[in-house]
């Protein structure tokens, strides 16, 4: 059975694996428009200001208001140049309420509710009310924000699925959307949208927004479903669907893609008959999306009927793009199954059904469900994850022909649980830091603060802080925070909140030894200066 995301769930683990980035430029334009900050889910941060000694002394912002209603499964987002220029986060809830919050002070730009949501139905849905779960996406060209809800216009009766496009300056719905999701069929398999459950991140790839749908807890016969929808031609939206019953696309993490075309991962299915029907692969859309059936836009792990069987699916896990230079191949997918292994997988040729180049008993059954972050030290290439409900572990991908995957850092964190990693870095090598929200898990509340970790040895880096930096209403199957302009946002049930790293203090000029002052003459009675206005206080 699926997780369910819910206080009641079950535990998830927290990833972390290693990419290669491009550092900006100081002064460049710094925005978080999608899970994960970019398009391979890699979770890096890269702020100046976040040194590990600056980091140590994180707090939380107590005049940043944050207040939203509603509870939050998805990661928030930041706009640099929002609406009139202000520095703008974008949060959505389950009430299907969104909001365009000032960045400095947590104050309402806008806000726009979508639709009612519809109330828990069923024995299969633990959320209530359920409206908008997987993390939106923005299109910057466009100044479009994407999203996917479940509405009802009729108290819950009717149950509705739709994509919507916003603009991201005033909340208005954009012309020719929403797109019901319930007119798009595939191979004679039409989408029922009672059965279906949105909660995997959506991604963009070329100009195409792509939306994976998966199920309430592996009730009914579902399928798993990529929408993708035309960003300038909604009209135009093309739909995928495995061809075996179930194989949900429900990892958090949700879509990947190397800017061209999308990468999903997808779960367990049922009735195949020993046939290959869609399910527990990593897949490679075209354009659209379209599957070519090819073994180089697929990878299933030779043992996929039984993992079929015991419900040990790839699909928690959302696939990594990481790329190891030394290594031969180099251009890797890692995909993290619910089996507890780790597998290592080339992005140029996947392969079909077959064995992975790597593979790595990783964690115990069922724990390795989350979003992982990617990162590089100077040392090595590391995937971080949660190994159980005590453990925060990594596994290093070595840069050999072939790759890889060798033992890294442990850490104990007690009876804490927490949410999906992500990392910051002062230049995308140096200063790593892994960090995570200890969270709720099945009615405990976890600790509630945030934790940073040496990314080089699992060192505490940040411990939590006082008594003001608890937050509220975290999850640990989605919770996740992003780093902006020297803070870090962190979204829970009903509230944003932002914690600041100190500003660096310049050494004061030493004041010059003054002079001998003359005798002064006699002269005119001097007229009055204005006042300076007041100097703006240092962000």
């Known amino acids: 059975m699926k997780f369910r995301i819910s206080i009641r769930s079950f535990l998830i683990a927290c990833s972390c694996v290693a990419v290669l980035t491009t550092v900006p430029p100081a002064n460049a334009q710094v925005n978080v428009t999608q899970f994960h900050n970019h398009d391979s889910r890699d979770g890096l941060y890269i702020d100046s200001g976040f040194t590990r000694g600056a980091a140590a002394n994180l707090t939380r912002d107590p005049n940043f208001d944050g207040t939203i209603v509603g509870n939050v499964y998805a990661q928030p987002l930041y706009l640099d140049n929002g609406p009139g220029g202000r520095a703008t986060i974008i949060a959505v809830?389950?009430?299907?309420?969104?909001?365009?919050?000032?960045?400095?002070?947590?104050?309402i730009i806008w806000e726009r509710n979508v639709g009612d949501p519809l109330p828990a139905f069923g024995p299969c849905v633990i959320l209530d009310p359920l409206g908008i779960t997987g993390t939106p996406v923005v299109d910057l060209a466009s100044r479009s924000l994407l999203l996917a809800a479940m509405t009802t216009p009729d108290g819950g009766q009717t149950k509705k699925h739709f994509i919507i496009s916003l603009n991201a300056d005033t909340g208005d719905i954009n012309p020719g959307w929403p797109v019901d999701v319930e007119t798009?069929?595939?191979?004679?398999?039409?989408?029922t949208p009672v059965i279906q459950l949105q909660r995997a991140a959506l991604g963009i790839a070329d100009n195409i927004l792509y939306v994976g749908y998966a199920s309430f807890s592996d009730c009914s016969l579902y399928h798993g479903w990529l929408i993708g929808v035309p960003i300038d031609n909604p009209a135009g939206v093309m739909a995928w669907a495995t061809d075996a019953a179930k194989g949900g696309i429900w990892g958090v993490g949700g879509v990947a893609s190397d800017g061209k075309k999308p990468f999903v991962t997808t779960g367990n299915t049922t009735n195949t008959n020993g046939v290959w029907g869609g399910g527990e692969a990593v897949i490679?859309?075209?354009q659209g999306p379209i599957f070519s059936g090819s073994p180089v836009d697929y990878w299933v792990p030779t043992n996929w009927f039984d993992l079929d069987t015991t419900d040990l699916d790839l699909g928690g896990s959302g696939p990594l793009l990481v790329d190891v230079p030394d290594a031969t191949p180099s251009h890797l997918i890692v995909a993290l199954g619910k089996d507890g292994k780790a597998y290592l997988v080339d992005r140029d040729n996947l392969g079909g059904i077959s064995?992975?180049?790597?593979s790595a008993q990783v964690a115990g059954i069922q724990f390795l469900r989350q979003a992982a972050a990617a990162y590089r030290t100077n040392l090595d290439t590391y995937v971080?994850?949660?190994?159980?409900r005590s453990t925060l572990s990594t596994f290093r991908i070595t840069g050999t022909s072939p790759p890889t995957i060798a033992n890294g850092w442990t850490v104990n964190r007690g009876s804490d649980d927490c949410g999906s990693p992500f990392v910051t870095s002062t230049d995308g090598t140096n200063n790593m830091i892994v960090?995570?929200?200890?969270?709720?898990?099945r009615g405990n509340p976890g600790d509630q603060r945030l934790h940073g970790y040496d990314g080089d040895t699992g060192a505490v880096v940040y411990g939590g802080g006082g008594p003001n930096e608890l937050m509220a209403g975290t999850h640990n199957y989605s919770t996740t925070g992003i780093v902006a302009r020297g803070r870090v946002y962190v979204a829970g049930d009903n509230k944003v909140y932002a914690f600041a790293a100190p500003l660096l203090t310049p050494t004061p000029t030493p004041t010059p030894t003054p002079t001998p002052t003359p005798t002064p003459r006699p002269s005119q009675t001097p007229r009055p200066r204005p006042t300076p206005p007041p100097r703006p206080t240092p962000r």
């Open 435 to 441: 960090w995570v929200v200890g969270t709720e898990d």
């Open 355 to 358: 064995a992975p180049i790597a």
């Open 284 to 286: 490679r859309f075209q």
């Open 384 to 388: 971080a994850f949660r190994a159980d």
């Open 184 to 191: 798009v069929s595939y191979h004679g398999i039409n989408f």
């Open 93 to 107: 809830t389950e009430s299907n309420n969104v909001y365009a919050l000032d960045a400095l002070d947590g104050s």
